[in-house]
């Protein structure tokens, strides 16, 4: 297993300012599906990297497994990388009531909502970081009551021998197909999992090809709720109420969007997210996945043009 490298990498996007290039992003993608036969690659897709977030549906599905009643807005906060607004923080502190918890229990480390207004919000009422604003604490949530169905300790749920994580481990190497793993420690504290991005997608893939019944009740979820897996204007909320696909956001680079056994992944070598979105789509929209009206319209709402003064004079384009 070795790292992603620059010369494992394409160019993804490109973005100019009165006709000259002035930056450039690189890094690798798949077009993959549920067998994990590739569609379309570009750079090193066996190269290890890090899922950070996009490996959510994953716990997500193992927390189902483990017993924990989910449904609805509760189940798509366990796969959630939410912005911290008001609405999402009251619906992790329901699913911490319903079992008698409080923030306090989260294993989570406190931290700024995600979203820029609403860390904004917090500032104004003078409230710091907290347990319950932090991007993953809905996935921390969920943890938590798949541990109070089973009666294991909530105190080192985060723990790689848990019972939990134990199980978490086994649902990713089901769904990627692979046991060749680098273990790892998340930002949100729980255990992470280094993978090729080719095991990645087609884990991704086969969470939406409607085979395992925990990972339909999630898709569906995800579907009646995107609002809850990031937040309302969001990129990847944005997507899903557009194409029915389930999008997923990585730090430093990553994403996945992927619906009917069919998934893209991808993963920025410097850590952007600026052009993913719309590779990701114009990719899908290529071979199919999505429509490519649906596609160009989210793809001139989700791109900022480059702005010179009050004149628009470049724009970020697709490389690949």
Not at 119 to 127: G, S, Y
Not at 169 to 186: C, H, I, K
Not at 270 to 290: E, F, K, M, P, Y
Not at 302 to 314: A, D, H, K, Q, T
Request: proline share 4%; net charge negative.
């Amino acid at each position: 297993m070795s790292p992603l490298t620059v010369e494992g990498c394409v160019e993804l996007t490109a973005l100019d300012r009165n006709g000259l290039i002035e930056s450039r992003h690189i890094g690798v993608f798949v077009v993959i599906d549920r067998d994990g036969s590739v569609i379309e690659s570009g750079g090193d897709i066996d190269a290890t990297i890090f899922p950070r977030s996009t490996i959510k549906p994953f716990q997500a599905i193992a927390a189902l497994r483990a017993g924990a009643e989910l449904a609805g807005v509760e189940l798509v906060l366990a796969s959630a990388s939410h912005c911290g607004s008001q609405r999402h923080t009251d619906a992790v502190a329901a699913v911490l009531a319903g079992d008698n918890l409080g923030a306090d229990d989260l294993g989570c480390p406190p931290d700024w909502p995600l979203g820029y207004n609403e860390k904004a919000e917090r500032i104004a009422l003078n409230q710091g970081p907290q347990r319950i604003t932090m991007n993953c604490s809905g996935k921390h949530a969920a943890f938590l009551r798949a541990c109070v169905a089973n009666g294991w300790d909530t105190a080192t749920y985060l723990e790689p021998n848990h019972p939990l994580q134990t199980l978490i481990r086994a649902v990713v190497e089901e769904f990627t197909g692979t046991t060749e793993l680098w273990p790892a420690v998340d930002g949100c504290g729980a255990p992470l999992f280094g993978m090729s991005l080719r095991a990645l997608g087609t884990g991704i893939a086969r969470v939406t090809d409607g085979h395992d019944p925990d990972a339909g009740r999630l898709v569906d979820a995800i579907r009646g709720n995107a609002w809850a897996l990031d937040g309302v204007g969001r990129d990847n909320t944005r997507v899903i109420d557009a194409t029915d696909a389930i999008a997923k956001i990585g730090a430093e680079g990553v994403l996945i969007i992927a619906r009917d056994g069919i998934a893209v992944a991808i993963k920025c070598l410097d850590g952007s997210q600026r052009g993913n979105t719309v590779v990701a789509v114009t990719l899908l929209a290529r071979h199919g996945v999505i429509d490519r009206a649906v596609a160009e319209s989210l793809i001139d709402e989700l791109v900022s043009p480059v702005m010179g003064g009050s004149e628009i004079v470049g724009r970020l384009t697709v490389s690949v």
